[in-house]
C-alpha cells in the first residue's frame, strides 16, 4: 500500500511527502522529478518545447511506473488528477491523501517561483481561484482531504500519519465512488 498526495501547486505535497515518508518508514517518490529524470528537461522546458498534453502523457507513463510497489508516499504534479485514467491508477496504488490551501496563501507560497510553466503569464489570485475551481472535483475525489493553510509541514505530515492510522486506512479504506 502506498500514500499518493495530490493538491494544487503549492499545497506542499513535496515537503510534506518527504516528511511523511520518514514518519512512515516509508520511501519518497516524486513523479514530477521522474519525468525530469525521464526526459533530461525541466517541466518548463518540457512545456515550452513539446507542449502540455505531452507532459500529460509522459504525466500518466510515470504514474504507471509506480504500479505493484508497496510503501512509497508519493507525491504528484498539481495538474496529475485531472485526467480520470491518472486518478484510477492512483486508486489502485494506494490511499489518496489531497493537500488544500487558500488561493491567498498557494499564492504566497509561490511567489517568486517560476518553474510553474500554467502560473508563467499569470499568476494573479483570481487565476489561481479559478484553476482551483475548475479542477475541485478532481481533488476531491480522495479518500483523505487536509487542509494547510496556516499550518507548518511538520504538522501537516503528523495530521496525516494520525489520520491514516485513526482510519486505520491500510486495512479499512473507505472511499468515495
Ligand atoms: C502542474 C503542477 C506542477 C507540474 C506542472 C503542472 C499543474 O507540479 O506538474 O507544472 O497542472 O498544476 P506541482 O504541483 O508540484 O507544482
Redesign the pocket.
Same mark, same amino acid.
Given at each position: 500500500m502506498n500514500v499518493i498526495l495530490t493538491?494544487? @501547486? =503549492?499545497?506542499g505535497?513535496?515537503s510534506v511527502g518527504k516528511l511523511l515518508a520518514r514518519l512512515l518508514g516509508f520511501r519518497y517518490v !516524486?513523479? !514530477?522529478c521522474r &519525468?525530469v529524470e525521464k526526459e533530461g528537461a525541466s &517541466?518548463?522546458d518540457i512545456?515550452r518545447l513539446k507542449g502540455?498534453p505531452y507532459?500529460r502523457s509522459v504525466?500518466t507513463e510515470a504514474a504507471r511506473e509506480t504500479a505493484g510497489e508497496s510503501g512509497l508516499v508519493i507525491?504528484? =504534479? =498539481? =495538474?496529475?488528477v485531472?485526467a480520470p485514467e491518472n486518478r484510477r491508477i492512483f486508486r489502485e496504488q494506494g490511499v489518496i491523501v489531497n493537500l488544500i490551501a487558500s488561493a491567498e496563501e498557494i499564492c504566497s507560497r *509561490?511567489k517568486g517561483?517560476d !518553474?510553474?510553466?500554467? *502560473?508563467k503569464d499569470d499568476s494573479s489570485l483570481q487565476k489561481v481561484e479559478a @484553476?482551483l475551481q475548475a479542477?475541485e472535483a478532481c481533488y476531491a475525489d480522495a479518500d483523505i482531504r487536509i487542509d494547510t493553510t496556516g499550518k507548518k509541514v511538520e504538522d501537516v505530515a503528523q495530521e496525516i500519519a494520525r489520520k491514516l492510522k485513526e482510519t486505520g486506512t491500510f486495512g479499512n479504506r473507505t472511499r468515495r465512488a
Open positions: 493538491g494544487f @501547486m =503549492g499545497t505535497k513535496s !516524486d513523479l !514530477d &519525468i &517541466i518548463n512545456f502540455e507532459f504525466e507525491s504528484t =504534479g =498539481g =495538474g496529475a485531472l *509561490l517561483c !518553474d510553474r510553466p500554467l *502560473l @484553476m479542477r
